[in-house]
């Protein structure tokens, strides 16, 4: 069946520029996520939807950094005069069920990611 | 003690060989571990759940350690397709917590 789907999956701005990166989650996921990753590191965690509700959003690095998800499918992760520092993989992540914090997680599946790069 | 903390490596093995990896996590309340495998600019796949004391899964077998606080895995008769990245994730102060990832090169 299909996957999780971002688009664009390349995105070059300069920096100061607004960007808006796409995530289409498994249809019939629940739990949403988004990630940072950096080269040579792990995804870091931005922040979590359970349908159209943002549950954790303690990842997101500055409040330049904006998640929605409003009808609890699709979601967009806006980053505001972006720096060079936001430059990573932006992913995104569905799972079936609800995540519960510190003890017990579903399994999670990846889309391609959006490979940011601020000049 | 960092939430999940991974040996880097490379670990540079040849085929056919025998290589496990470990990774330790400090949340003692975790219940669910994964390893996910991550190609050079790919997405990390799931390669293992692991709920209770260890999976198996073909050359793949992840191993649960709750009094040390450590799960392993381990690839037996290593292919030159397993040369990947191999993410440890732990539950934690976030709904999950990556490691940064052991790297690992099969050489024919």
């Known amino acids: 069946g299909a996957g999780v789907s971002q688009s664009p999956r390349y995105k070059v701005a300069k920096r100061g520029q607004d960007v808006a990166l796409r995530c289409d989650p498994i249809?019939?996921?629940?739990?949403l996520f988004w990630y940072q990753q950096a080269l040579g590191q792990g995804p870091e965690f931005l922040t979590y939807f359970q349908n159209e509700a943002q549950l954790d959003k303690s990842g997101l690095p500055s409040d330049r950094f904006f998640a929605e998800r409003p009808e609890g499918s699709v979601s967009t992760l806006k980053i505001q005069r972006t720096q060079q520092e936001d430059s990573a993989v932006y992913l995104c992540?569905?799972?079936?069920?609800?995540?519960?914090?510190?003890?017990?997680?579903?399994?999670?599946?990846f889309g391609p990611g959006t490979r940011l790069t601020v000049t | 003690r960092k939430e999940v903390e991974q040996d880097p490596g490379p670990f540079n093995v040849p085929e056919g060989a025998t290589v496990a990896f470990n990774c330790t996590y400090s949340?003692?309340?975790?219940?669910?571990f994964f390893w996910y495998r991550q190609d050079c600019r790919k997405e990390p796949k799931l390669l293992m759940s692991v709920y209770s004391s260890g999976n198996e899964d073909g050359r793949f077998t992840a191993q649960l350690n709750r009094a040390s606080q450590y799960i392993s895995l381990l690839i037996r008769d290593s292919k030159l397709s397993d040369s990947a990245t191999y993410l440890c994730?732990?539950?934690?102060?976030?709904?999950?917590?990556f490691g940064k990832g052991t790297r690992l090169s099969v050489i024919a």
């Open positions: 994730v732990v539950p934690g102060n976030t709904p999950l917590v």
């Open positions: 992540a569905s799972s079936r069920r609800p995540a519960q914090r510190s003890t017990w997680v579903y399994e999670q599946y």
């Open positions: 249809s019939g996921h629940v739990s």
């Open positions: 949340n003692s309340a975790s219940q669910s």
